[in-house]
């Protein structure tokens, strides 16, 4: 069985250019959570779907982020205008539908200059 | 509020030495408990879980922890570690009550095992 796959792996941008990381879940697992991980902290719950529906985006730093899943399968989070505060890896994680645990992809490390 | 507290940010062991990772959390019933484990440059892979019933519960690659919920702690332990044990190792809380499932982690401990 695959695990969760994310690209790209890393990215590196000026301060106001938009990025967008793209996260490919384990095959039927209805829920997809995007965390983000600064450095030397862990990671911290941005936004979650289950199937195509955004359940929870409160925790979306701002509205410079926003992310979709739109077949409920794969699922994009895009920063507009980023900042050096964003610099931080972004995570992808999965869950089938009753279960309990979350599978990570190996994360996008952003870099903003 | 629910938080998850790792005192220790670095931790550093001999090979062949018994090792234990502390975490501490806040909740105001018992959470389901995690601990992950992170190498350089991949994801978090899982080591164990608890949920409930025997407090001390078995995980990947020997390791084990030991739930108490009278010191509200579920600190990681291995009886004998091997270098290649060396990566950050991550406490996190699940509020079972809340549909999301959504994981609470504390801030890390850096593990190195000296060879």
């Known amino acids: 069985e695959a695990g969760v796959t994310q690209s790209p792996r890393y990215a590196v941008l000026q301060e106001g250019q938009a990025v967008s990381f793209w996260c490919d879940p384990i095959?039927?697992?209805?829920?997809l959570y995007w965390y983000q991980q600064p450095r030397d902290q862990g990671p911290q719950l941005l936004v979650y779907f289950r199937d195509e529906a955004v359940i929870d985006n409160s925790q979306l730093p701002s509205d410079r982020f926003s992310a979709v899943r739109p077949k409920g399968t794969n699922s994009t989070l895009k920063i507009q205008s980023a900042k050096q505060g964003d610099t931080a890896t972004y995570l992808c994680?999965?869950?089938?539908?009753?279960?309990?645990?979350?599978?990570f992809g190996p994360g996008t490390r952003l870099t903003v200059l | 509020a629910q938080s998850v507290t790792q005192p220790d940010a670095r931790v550093t062991v001999s090979e062949g030495a018994s090792l234990q990772l502390r975490c501490k959390y806040s909740?105001?019933?018992?959470?389901?408990l995690f601990w992950y484990v992170q190498y350089p440059r991949q994801g978090l892979q899982l080591l164990l879980k608890y949920y409930s019933g025997d407090p001390v519960v078995q995980g990947v690659n020997s390791f084990e922890a030991e739930f108490s919920k009278s010191n509200s702690s579920f600190h990681l332990q291995k009886a004998s570690v091997h270098w290649s044990d060396s990566a950050v190792y991550f406490c996190a809380l699940s509020p079972p009550c809340v549909c999301s499932w959504q994981l609470i982690f504390g801030s890390g401990t850096q593990l190195t095992v000296m060879p």
């Open positions: 994680a999965s869950r089938g539908t009753g279960a309990y645990e979350q599978y």
């Open positions: 909740y105001s019933a018992t959470p389901y």
């Open positions: 095959s039927g697992h209805d829920t």
